[in-house]
């Protein structure tokens, strides 16, 4: 393989970005995964499938093992190892949603009640602990050490970023610094690994692990970017959580960073009180909102977002053309044009 990197542009006729193409590309090995997580998450106790179901039956875009299974058809692997750790992948990811549900106390996802309302936080707790589990069971069955060091050294890194993110909660002096590498903990380090792993499983070389690294993480950080932008930018009906569920919950995201950073005096003491816990009506997230477009917060974090997508795309320039090399661009450059 050559080692010239061409970084890739898009053509002025290129359309749309779409998940279209990985959605096709990883089809087949995505009905295998699927077969896999419905086995794995059975269990003689029946609160154990009916609330993990819950969550993992009720729709997402499964991003991150779609990753593993792009990145094998990237590097060009053969074998079928990719599909269970790719179960793994959304296993950790399942637990870490169903964990943030109730530390957060959210009410809905995806459109409709939270495993904590429907079935307690006691029992949320346990079922993601069932499912990390399960995670690390996959990864053992794989026999990789390298795997198993990657996949849990992601985990721990992603628990170290909800910490993080939760002493971080309510303090108005949360710098762009500090919230990047929280989202590069709590979302782009699992993107990483779940891209990464599928060059292991294929025995590539070093440089290529890098690349598909490399690419995960700077995905990673555009979707969470956008996920935040969102916040502030979207009905309930096009998101995975209710609108203002971040504004209320007093987290830092980089919108409010911004919108703080570049109001006056009293737009400033409305940004205090309101992270503070002292501003969360109906009327405040209203206002909120309408800083936050006067200053243009939700462009410049969705900007930031394209300049983290275009550099997800450029690793991707160690490998060849290929379809598999074009449907993980295109899924890059729809991470930030997408509404929902």
Same mark, same amino acid.
């Given at each position: 393989?050559?080692?010239?990197?061409?970084?890739?542009?898009?053509?002025?006729?290129?359309?749309?970005?779409?998940?279209?193409?990985?959605?096709?590309?990883?089809?087949?090995?995505?009905?295998?995964?699927?077969?896999?997580?419905?086995?794995?998450?059975?269990?003689?106790?029946?609160?154990?499938?009916?609330?993990?179901?819950?969550?993992?039956?009720?729709?997402?875009?499964?991003?991150?093992?779609?990753?593993?299974?792009?990145?094998?058809?990237?590097?060009?692997?053969?074998?079928?190892?990719?599909?269970?750790?790719?179960?793994?992948?959304?296993?950790?990811?399942?637990?870490?949603?169903?964990?943030?549900?109730?530390?957060?106390?959210?009410?809905?996802?995806?459109?409709?009640?939270? /495993?904590?309302?429907?079935?307690?936080?006691?029992?949320?707790?346990?079922?993601?602990?069932?499912?990390?589990?399960?995670?690390?069971?996959?990864?053992?069955?794989?026999?990789?050490?390298?795997?198993?060091?990657?996949?849990?050294?992601?985990?721990?890194?992603?628990?170290?970023?909800?910490?993080?993110?939760?002493?971080?909660?309510?303090?108005? &002096?949360?710098?762009? &610094?500090?919230?990047?590498?929280?989202?590069?903990?709590?979302?782009?380090?699992?993107?990483?690994?779940?891209?990464?792993?599928?060059?292991?499983?294929? &025995?590539?070389?070093?440089?290529?692990?890098?690349?598909?690294? +490399?690419?995960?993480?700077?995905?990673?950080?555009?979707?969470?970017?956008?996920?935040?932008?969102?916040?502030? +930018?979207?009905?309930?009906?096009?998101?995975?959580?209710?609108?203002?569920?971040?504004?209320?919950?007093?987290?830092?995201?980089?919108?409010?960073?911004?919108?703080?950073?570049?109001?006056?005096?009293?737009?400033?003491?409305?940004?205090?009180?309101?992270? /503070?816990?002292?501003?969360?009506?109906?009327?405040?997230?209203?206002?909120?909102?309408?800083?936050?477009?006067?200053?243009?917060?939700?462009?410049?974090?969705?900007?930031?977002?394209?300049?983290?997508?275009?550099?997800?795309? +450029?690793?991707?320039?160690?490998?060849?053309?290929?379809?598999?090399?074009?449907?993980?661009?295109?899924?890059?450059?729809?991470?930030?044009?997408?509404?929902?």
């Amino acid at each position: 393989m050559s080692d010239t990197v061409v970084p890739i542009k898009r053509g002025p006729d290129a359309g749309l970005p779409s998940l279209s193409p990985i959605l096709s590309l990883t089809a087949t090995s995505m009905n295998a995964v699927n077969a896999i997580i419905l086995d794995r998450m059975q269990s003689e106790i029946p609160l154990i499938p009916a609330l993990a179901g819950h969550l993992i039956a009720g729709g997402g875009k499964r991003m991150r093992p779609m990753l593993t299974l792009a990145g094998a058809e990237v590097v060009g692997y053969q074998g079928t190892r990719h599909h269970k750790l790719a179960a793994a992948v959304e296993f950790i990811h399942t637990a870490t949603l169903l964990h943030d549900d109730v530390v957060d106390g959210s009410e809905t996802r995806r459109g409709k009640e939270t /495993a904590n309302i429907v079935f307690g936080n006691p029992a949320t707790v346990l079922v993601g602990d069932f499912l990390f589990s399960r995670a690390f069971e996959l990864m053992v069955e794989d026999g990789s050490l390298k795997v198993l060091k990657i996949l849990s050294g992601a985990s721990a890194i992603i628990a170290q970023g909800e910490v993080d993110q939760l002493t971080a909660q309510r303090r108005i &002096e949360t710098s762009e &610094e500090r919230y990047l590498n929280i989202i590069g903990a709590k979302t782009a380090a699992l993107f990483a690994a779940a891209s990464r792993i599928a060059a292991v499983v294929a &025995e590539r070389p070093e440089a290529e692990e890098k690349a598909l690294d +490399d690419y995960g993480r700077n995905l990673g950080v555009a979707f969470q970017l956008v996920d935040d932008a969102i916040d502030y +930018d979207s009905g309930t009906s096009e998101m995975g959580k209710d609108r203002g569920d971040d504004f209320r919950e007093g987290k830092m995201t980089l919108p409010v960073i911004l919108a703080y950073a570049r109001g006056d005096g009293e737009e400033r003491r409305f940004w205090q009180d309101a992270i /503070a816990g002292f501003a969360n009506e109906d009327a405040d997230l209203a206002q909120a909102v309408e800083l936050i477009r006067r200053h243009d917060c939700v462009t410049a974090t969705r900007d930031r977002a394209r300049h983290y997508a275009e550099r997800a795309c +450029d690793a991707l320039s160690v490998f060849p053309d290929s379809a598999a090399r074009r449907a993980m661009v295109d899924a890059a450059r729809f991470a930030v044009s997408r509404g929902y």
